[in-house]
Every structure is written in structure tokens, then in C-alpha cells.
């Protein structure tokens, strides 16, 4: 447990500001997140050191097609997120507390020695919402940088500008997901905003950051022409028309055993409609 960056006192707890829900917490109470606590008038990142996964993936299934190719980085995750996407896919980490998954022990220091020991050359910060744990993450990328490794993120992107600003030297790559261009439906079915999502993309190519963006194509909610061509003409119009995009097949879980996963005309339709908007590397997912 640390003490958290990016929040205020109040008078009976503390105001989150690391994520534009700004949770309102009482003492001894969390945030939508469920991994940070107001205790005794300050706000803790709970799972700071306990990361409840750790693997080694391709740097492809991040994924990530145009950076490092053909390399593995250490994938690694603690539990939480401030997204509630009906259909996650990785439910069982990333909708629990830090105390309902089965957590590690690893400093940062033991995290980058890991990764040197095992020869990959990134660690992927991945799997769950890692913006969530954004103290474990940023110390863990200081010491990662400082031995030559990169970093990446995998994340939804919805995240306050000064908490992505102080972690913006640090990365290296990034992919985030856009649910849909359409601020309806983040609300409806993923718990948050369109806005500060496509403002932080482009602060991250501002910056730098090598970035490809995926769009999960839900059967029958976000998968018509008109959806997917809206995500690809702000994509173009916005200068990101060289930025990878991958289309991704949805299968049921979580909340939502029905529709069925996406059609693969779906996904080859909607591959077309990318390309004919101007997108030039579009990649379909879980195909
Ligand atoms: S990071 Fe978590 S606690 Fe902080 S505002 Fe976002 S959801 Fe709430």
C-alpha cells in the first residue's frame, strides 16, 4: 500500500483526481476502482506491489504490430479499473479489489530485474485499467527506463492530464482502445466518457508515444458502417491516419451472454470501411 498521487483533502475524506470520475471518498471507503482507499484522510493505491499477473506475451498480442515486431515483453497487471464494460474480457482482475484476486510480491526493482533476467526488452503494463495503478506503474517505469527496457501501456486512456503528463516521458508505446466515437455509448455500457479519451491520444502522438488504437466491434452495438467509419474520419482528420487500428472480434462474457460474437463479415466489412476513410494499417483481432 502507497500513498496516492493526484487527489485533495475534504472534509469528511478525499476527492480522487487521477480520473475524470474524481471519486468522492470516505473515510474508509473506495473509489469506483476499488483499489484506492481513504484512510485516515489520505487516499492509498492498494495494490501497489501486488500484481496479480504476470506473463510473457508476443509484443504482437498487446497488440502492438508496428513496434518491436517479433519481440516478447513481460506482460504484467494489478487488479482494477475505472471502466465497467459489460462485456470485459478480463473480468476477474480487472472488476475485483486488490483481496479478491491472488497477488504477487514484487518491488518495482524486482520487476525490472525480472524482465533483464528473462532478456525481453519491454514490460507491458496491460490486462487490467493500469492508469488505476498509476504509482506501481510510474516507479516501475523509472527504473525500467533508467536499464534501457521500454514501456507500454495497454488502456482505455481515461485518465486526468496531469497524471498522463508526468507519465508521458516514460512511454515508449501505447495502445489504447476506443469503445466507440460515441459519448452515449461509454455511458451506457462502459461506465465513462468519450472526451478525455481522444484528448489524451493526441497528447500522446504529441508527445511522441508510439501509439496504435483498437476498437472492439460489439455485435450489434457498436459495429454498424456508420460507427466504425465515424471512429476511422476522426482517426484521418486528426492526422492519426498512419496509426495501426485493430479491429477486434467480441465474444460474450461478463454481463452479456447475448448477441453472439461479431460475424467475421462484420469484421471484413468493417476493415473496408477503415481503409475506404484513409486509414492505411487496419488489422483485424481474436479472429
Ligand atoms: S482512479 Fe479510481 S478512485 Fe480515482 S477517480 Fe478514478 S475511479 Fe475514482
Not at 485493430?246 to 467475421?264: A, D, I, N, Q, V
Amino acid at each position: 500500500m502507497k500513498e496516492a498521487r493526484f487527489y485533495t483533502t475534504l472534509e469528511d475524506g478525499v476527492e480522487c483526481r487521477l480520473c475524470p470520475h474524481h471519486c468522492r471518498i470516505r473515510e474508509g471507503g473506495r473509489g469506483l476502482c476499488r483499489s484506492r482507499e481513504c484512510q485516515d484522510g489520505k487516499l492509498y493505491a492498494l495494490s501497489y506491489g501486488r500484481p496479480c499477473a504476470l506473463a510473457i506475451d508476443p509484443v504482437e498480442k498487446k497488440p502492438l504490430y508496428h513496434f518491436l515486431p517479433g519481440t516478447q515483453c513481460l506482460s504484467l497487471s494489478c487488479t482494477g479499473c475505472n471502466l465497467s464494460c459489460r462485456w470485459c474480457q478480463n473480468s476477474d482482475i480487472s472488476q475485483v479489489a486488490p483481496e479478491e484476486a491472488d497477488n504477487y510480491r514484487l518491488s518495482p526493482e524486482e520487476v525490472v530485474d525480472l524482465c533483464l533476467r528473462r532478456g525481453l526488452p519491454s514490460i507491458a503494463y496491460t490486462y487490467t485499467e493500469p492508469l488505476t495503478w498509476w504509482e506501481y506503474l510510474s516507479d516501475i517505469a523509472v527504473l525500467a527506463r533508467g536499464k534501457g527496457l521500454k514501456n507500454i501501456l495497454v488502456s482505455a486512456g481515461f485518465v486526468e492530464k496531469k497524471p498522463l503528463q508526468e507519465l508521458l516521458p516514460l512511454l515508449d508505446a501505447a495502445n489504447i482502445d476506443i469503445k466507440a466515437l460515441d459519448d452515449g455509448f461509454y455511458h451506457r455500457y462502459c461506465g465513462a466518457a468519450l472526451a478525455p479519451v481522444l484528448e489524451n491520444i493526441l497528447e500522446m502522438k504529441a508527445a511522441g508515444v508510439h501509439v496504435e488504437i483498437t476498437n472492439l466491434l460489439v455485435t450489434s452495438l457498436n459495429d454498424s458502417e456508420q460507427q466504425v467509419d465515424a471512429l476511422c474520419r476522426w482517426m484521418v482528420d486528426n492526422g492519426l491516419q498512419d496509426v495501426p487500428l485493430h479491429l477486434s472480434r467480441y465474444f460474450p462474457r461478463y454481463k452479456m451472454s447475448e448477441p453472439g460474437p461479431t460475424p467475421k463479415a462484420t469484421l471484413l466489412r468493417a476493415r473496408q470501411t477503415a481503409l475506404d476513410a484513409g486509414v492505411k494499417n487496419v488489422y483485424l483481432g481474436n479472429v
